[in-house]
């Protein structure tokens, strides 16, 4: 659905993005992350055919889009991080604008009608714009976004100020979008990305440092030798029982999340001595409460891929 080969753009002595390449199939749901600079905000603008790319190609349901921009524009819904509305407008009215603007004539009234019940605006279609409340202006946006059911939709921090349940709401929505059509979303919050996302470009520094499932990035940067544990006891008793376990490398003390109950971190040079702990801590008469494989988050595997440094163990909580 979109093709993007050799993307490469300056601004004077400047390299924004230097030789970008990824694919995003029909139907896949692509998050776009890195640090402010990365080229992400370059990159989506480019994809929109906002400006031009100093070398390299965008092609949009088989649209250059610097060849056949009206085609590719087309295929394209578009939510900005930041929303400009006529705010003297009416909820229907601004929509019926944007109608006009993309074209969309045949079926106007049913279309609006169910892009509004689908985004949940519809009880609000007679409101003055500056009246809506923060958490409806974005829904507005995604619903002047999906006018003309665009092939695919570009969402620019689209929970940027909401509060956790209007988060959960537009997350919704954004789910829902990848059924229907092809999605990017670029935010800098990364559990979001992890929470919605099938696939992750990682860019930095205007280059693409990752593009791979969030599950296997975070797969590729879990050490299989990694236990996080709570156990009951004294700290000093379970160290002591731990160290008779062979193929333990160090323990580590993460914090007390329980009365009486600490976590540990037990680093090992073994795959598996989940059982050994157990045995261990069993004729130690220490209660394991929990046990498992250290995981690794994608905020985590974005910081050691921005910054090279390990992450830090996740702890129970």
């Not at 494989?293 to 992450?311: A, C, D, M």
């Amino acid at each position: 659905m979109i093709h993007v080969q050799g993307l490469t753009k300056r601004y004077g002595d400047k390299l924004a993005l230097d030789d970008v390449s990824f694919d995003v199939q029909a139907g896949e749901i692509l998050g776009l992350l890195g640090l402010n600079g990365a080229g992400k905000s370059t990159t989506m603008n480019i994809l929109t055919g906002y400006i031009g790319a100093t070398s390299g190609t965008v092609t949009v349901d088989g649209h250059d889009i610097s060849q056949e921009p009206i085609e590719a524009k087309r295929a394209i819904g578009y939510l900005p991080e930041q929303l400009a509305f006529y705010g003297d407008m009416r909820v229907r009215e601004y929509l019926d604008f944007v109608c006009d603007l993309k074209g969309v004539k045949t079926g106007r009234s049913e279309h609006l009608s169910s892009l509004c019940e689908h985004v949940g605006i519809a009880h609000m279609t007679h409101r003055l714009i500056r009246n809506l409340s923060r958490g409806y202006r974005q829904r507005l946006g995604f619903a002047q976004a999906l006018v003309g059911d665009p092939k695919v939709v570009i969402l620019d921090e689209p929970t940027t100020g909401l509060d956790p349940s209007q988060v959960v709401e537009i997350r919704k929505l954004v789910r829902n979008l990848g059924k229907t059509s092809t999605v990017i979303i670029s935010s800098h919050i990364l559990s979001e990305i992890q929470a919605i996302c099938t696939r992750v470009v990682v860019l930095h520094q205007g280059r693409v440092l990752a593009d791979d499932t969030p599950e296997n990035l975070s797969r590729s940067a879990q050490s299989p030798q990694h236990l996080v544990a709570r156990i009951q006891g004294q700290p000093e008793r379970v160290q002591a029982a731990l160290n008779r376990v062979a193929g333990i490398a160090h323990v580590t003390v993460l914090a007390q999340r329980e009365p009486g109950a600490y976590d540990y971190a037990i680093d090992t040079a073994r795959p598996d001595i989940r059982v050994d702990v157990f045995r261990a801590l069993a004729r130690a008469d220490l209660p394991l409460l929990s046990m498992h494989s250290g995981e690794t988050s994608l905020e985590q595997v974005f910081l050691r891929l921005v910054t090279g440094q390990v992450p830090p163990p996740t702890e129970t909580v």
